[in-house]
C-alpha cells in the first residue's frame, strides 16, 4: 500500500521566486497536516486540513505562504517570492480522521533558498 | 512555548544498553504520542498513550505517563545501532485534539 508522498525531494530556488509543494495522502485519509522543520529543530505547525477546508491556518508564517487542498486528497503549499528564511524540510502527514492521532508522514520536500 | 519539550536533547550509548528520553507538557492532555525521526526526513509513528493508561509497550519500546508530573517517557530495552534517529513527543495543543505540538526531540546515537 502506498504511504505519503511528496514531491519534489528537493528543491533549489532563488530567492524571490514561487514555489510549490506537493503532498499526496495516503487514499481515505480525511486529514491533512503540513509542518515544517528547520535544521536540527522540532516541527513547526503550519495548517490543518478537514476534507478540503482548512480550519486551523495559524501557523502560516506569512502571507506568502498558502495551501490548497482538493477532492479531498492532494495539497499543495504554495510559498510566494521565497526568502532564505524558507530554507526547511517541509513536512506533509496525514491521519485517517480528524483527530490527529497516529500521523503518517511523507518524506519531506527538502527546500533551499540562495 | 513549546507544549512538549524532550530531555536530554542528545544521548549517546553503547548497543545493547537501555535509553530513556522524557518528555514534559504544560497543559492536560488526553493523549500523547512518540514518533521517530530517521536523517531528518519523514517520521515514523511509535506509540500512543491515553491520559487513563500509565504505561504501554511495543516490542523493545515501553512509554509511561504520568499525568500529575505532566511528564512521559520513552525507553528503549536493548538497543541496537538501528535505534539511532531523533525521538520527538507530540501532544494536543490546548486549542483543539486535532493540531498536535512537536518538542525539539531527542537525538540518540547508539555506538555499534
Known amino acids: 500500500g502506498a504511504g505519503v508522498s511528496q514531491s519534489p525531494s528537493n528543491k533549489v530556488t532563488e530567492k524571490g521566486k514561487d514555489v510549490e509543494l506537493r503532498c499526496d495522502p495516503i487514499?481515505?485519509?480525511?486529514?491533512l497536516y503540513w509542518y515544517r522543520q528547520s535544521l536540527g529543530q522540532g516541527l513547526e505547525f503550519l495548517i490543518y486540513f478537514q476534507g478540503n477546508s482548512a480550519p486551523d491556518k495559524s501557523g502560516l508564517p506569512s502571507d506568502r505562504f498558502s495551501a490548497e487542498r482538493t477532492g479531498g486528497s492532494v495539497s499543495t503549499l504554495t510559498i510566494q517570492r521565497t526568502q532564505q528564511e524558507d530554507s526547511a524540510v517541509y513536512l506533509c502527514a496525514s491521519s485517517l480522521d480528524n483527530r490527529g492521532e497516529t500521523q503518517y508522514f511523507g518524506p519531506g520536500t527538502r527546500l533551499l533558498v540562495l | 512555548s513549546q507544549q512538549g519539550e524532550e530531555d536530554p536533547q542528545a544521548l549517546s550509548i553503547q548497543e545493547g544498553e537501555n535509553a530513556t528520553m522524557n518528555c514534559s507538557y504544560k497543559?492536560?492532555?488526553?493523549?500523547l504520542q512518540w514518533y521517530r525521526q530517521n536523517s531528518g526526513r519523514g517520521l515514523v509513528h511509535l506509540i500512543l498513550?491515553?491520559?487513563?493508561?500509565r504505561e504501554k509497550h511495543s516490542g523493545r519500546l515501553r512509554v509511561t505517563l504520568d499525568t500529575s508530573k505532566k511528564s512521559s517517557s520513552l525507553l528503549i530495552t536493548a538497543s541496537r545501532a538501528a535505534d539511532t534517529a531523533s525521538y520527538f513527543c507530540a501532544t494536543p495543543a490546548p486549542s483543539g485534539t486535532y493540531k498536535y505540538i512537536f518538542g525539539t526531540g531527542t537525538r540518540l546515537k547508539v555506538l555499534a
Open positions: 497543559t492536560s492532555i488526553n493523549n
Open positions: 498513550i491515553r491520559s487513563n493508561e
Open positions: 487514499s481515505g485519509h480525511t486529514a
